[in-house]
């Protein structure tokens, strides 16, 4: 198909043609004076068909010429890749290639300004090229095909002569949907991962051998510092001394497993925290990624749920299990050290009938006085347990003699009888007396059974001499 800008420059060639020849035979001396001498018409007729001859030959060359060039020109740009057309000072189209036509199913017409390039586009695209002053400027359009299909445009422009406000633009443009969809996809992914990052309470560290190379944000609100400090750290600095020989054998070696760790944060607090890590590839070289999640609620669940498996409600002191554990220990170390130990069984006199006489929350609290007492009156490396109800037992580790054991016994009745307990005020302060029965390892038994047995016969014994007392076991079961 002919091109209609074509066709007008064929006319205008012939036009240019006709107005030179017709000047120069107007204007020659000779040509004139030919005429002149020869007013006949019929007589200078060779002469003007030779001329008129060769003017006709100059219109077919060129008219030859030009579709030489048309073929030429056409024929290059139709075989490049993607749209090439060059837009005119109006913001018409005044060429586009055929592949790129087909290519988009267009034409030339006004279906390609108006449906397939927007002219305001268009408009902008030959703005931008002529500011550019020769420079190839590069932008995206969004088309539609006439199949109804959109499509991503990549258009470089470049105005044909700089300078001149009513030069033409060239532009080429490539397809670059796929390439718009993969960007789109990837646009969306990062900001999936951004909302990811910030609603994350996981610190995550990228490091070479626990130098820190990367990092997100939460790394910054758990551990304190901002991004620019922690690039600058390694693992001994956000790790407690307590932990870091783990850590760092767990970094050489590799270790994929989750497992527990103490981190430090700026302010030199310490925190539990469980750490995930493992190796990753990046190019050429091997990294780590590693996770950190502040434990520390997770562990005080854990504590609490271990301390009241291991503790009396009421009291806070140990429960029959963990004493029952201690007391365990306490046989096998003094076996180990060939050393003694006391343990002293102690039961509230007359509890029951104050229990009954004032109602369970008063004897609670009786309970819980007499825990604070003996308390503070026993040793740190001292065990002081209820077993239940009003019965107590103490472990005293290192007491060698019955003489020693006598002494705590008589501190523990001082420290009970010596002021009444205060309850409230709607209750009297109320005096209260203990029954104190003592065994020693290994002389009145040497397994907990049967030390525990001596220790609560004796506390019987000194019931039935009198309450308020106490007295030695007798006897090795």
């Known amino acids: 198909m002919q091109r209609p800008v074509l066709k007008k420059r064929i006319f205008r060639t012939i036009q240019v043609f006709a107005s030179f020849w017709v000047i120069s035979f107007l204007g020659d001396p000779g040509i004139a004076h030919a005429l002149s001498q020869n007013p006949d018409p019929l007589d200078s007729l060779p002469a003007f ?36 057309f060059r837009i005119g000072k109006s913001g018409k189209i005044e060429f586009a290639s055929r592949h790129g036509l087909d290519w988009i199913g267009a034409s030339i017409s006004d279906n390609l300004r108006d449906h397939i390039l927007d002219h305001d586009a268009l408009l902008d695209l030959r703005r931008e090229a002529l500011e550019a002053k020769g420079d190839i400027r590069v932008a995206e359009l969004q088309i539609t095909t006439r199949q109804g299909d959109q499509r991503w445009l990549r258009v470089q422009s470049a105005a044909t002569h700089p300078g001149k406000a009513d030069g033409s633009i060239d532009c080429i443009a490539w397809d670059i949907t796929e390439l718009v969809n993969e960007r789109n996809l990837r646009r969306e992914s990062e900001d999936r991962l951004a909302v990811l990052e910030t609603l994350s309470n996981e610190a995550l560290f990228l490091h070479d051998g626990g130098q820190c190379v990367d990092l997100n ?176 037992t103490i472990i005293l580790p290192g007491t060698e003699t019955p003489e020693d054991a006598e002494i705590v016994a008589r501190k523990l009745q001082a420290a009970l009888t010596s002021t009444p307990i205060e309850i409230d005020g709607d209750h009297p302060p109320m005096m209260v007396a203990a029954s104190i029965g003592i065994a020693l390892y290994p002389d009145h038994g040497d397994t907990k059974d049967t030390l525990l047995s001596a220790a609560d016969d004796a506390m019987y014994a000194a019931k039935k001499s009198g309450r308020n007392a106490y007295m030695f076991a007798t006897t090795k079961r």
């Not at 008129?52 to 060129?62: M, P, R, S, Y």
């Open 217 to 392: 944000s939460a790394a910054e609100r758990m551990f304190g510092y901002h991004r620019d400090e922690l690039l600058h750290m390694n693992a001994a600095d956000i790790i407690a001394n307590a932990t870091l020989p783990l850590v760092m054998a767990n970094i050489r070696s590799g270790y994929d497993k989750p497992y527990e760790a103490i981190a430090k944060r700026k302010d030199g607090t310490e925190f539990y925290c469980e750490i995930n890590g493992r190796n990753v590839q990046l190019g050429d070289k091997t990294l780590r990624l590693t996770s950190f999640t502040d434990i520390t609620d997770r562990k005080l669940s854990e504590d609490e749920i271990r301390f009241q498996a291991n503790h009396d409600a009421l009291t806070s002191l140990p429960n029959r299990y963990l004493f029952m554990d201690r007391l365990t220990y306490a046989i096998q170390l003094a076996k180990r050290r060939r050393e003694c130990f006391a343990l002293l069984f102690i039961d509230i006199d007359g509890f029951k009938t104050l229990n009954d006489t004032y109602g369970h929350s008063v004897g609670d609290k009786i309970l819980s006085a007499i825990a604070d007492r003996l308390t503070q009156t026993l040793r740190n490396v001292d065990t002081v347990a209820r077993l239940g109800g009003d019965e107590f």
């Open 49 to 84: 068909t030779v001329v008129l001859a060769l003017f006709g030959l100059g219109i077919v060359g060129c008219y030859l010429l030009i579709w030489q060039t048309r073929r030429v020109y056409a024929r290059t740009f139709s075989g490049m890749p993607g749209l090439v």
